[in-house]
Nanobody, 116 residues
Framework: QVQLVESGGGLVQAGGSLRLSCAASGGIFIFAAMGWYRQAPGKQRELVASINRGGITNYADSVKGRFTISRDNAQSTVYLQMNSLKPEDTAVYYC??????????WGQGTLVTVSS
C-alpha cells in the first residue's frame, strides 16, 4: 500500500503564503493524477487543485490565480503553493494520489489556519 505523508500546514495571517507538500512511498505505480482537497468544519470536502500525468492542472474557481500545484521530476512528491491566503481558505488539506490500474490513496491531512 502506498503511503502519503503531508506537511507544510500551519497558522498564517491573511495575505500570507504557505507551501504544502505530499510525498508518496511504498510502491512503484504508474502515475495518473494527484490532487489537493480541503474540508472545513461543517463543510463538504472539495477539490482545490489537481495535476495529471500529462501535467495538466485544474483549480477550483475560488483559488485560481492564488494557488499553484506542481510535482517533482520523479512524480513522487506534489506541492501546493498557496499565496494571498484568505480566512475562508482555513481547512484541513488532504493529498490524493491516483495511479494505474486502480489505486486511490489519501494522506492524513494537514491543517491550514488563516487569521484575519
Amino acid at each position: 500500500q502506498v503511503q502519503l505523508v503531508e506537511s507544510g500546514g500551519g497558522l498564517v495571517q491573511a495575505g500570507g503564503s504557505l507551501r504544502l507538500s505530499c510525498a508518496a512511498s511504498g510502491g512503484i505505480f504508474i502515475f495518473a493524477a494527484m490532487g489537493w482537497y480541503r474540508q472545513a468544519p461543517g463543510k463538504q470536502r472539495e477539490l482545490v487543485a489537481s495535476i495529471n500525468r500529462g501535467g495538466i492542472t485544474n483549480y477550483a474557481d475560488s483559488v485560481k490565480g492564488r494557488f499553484t500545484i506542481s510535482r517533482d521530476n520523479a512524480q513522487s512528491t506534489v506541492y501546493l503553493q498557496m499565496n494571498s491566503l484568505k480566512p475562508e481558505d482555513t481547512a484541513v488539506y488532504y493529498c490524493n494520489f491516483k495511479a494505474f490500474p486502480a489505486l486511490d490513496a489519501w494522506g492524513q491531512g494537514t491543517l491550514v489556519t488563516v487569521s484575519s
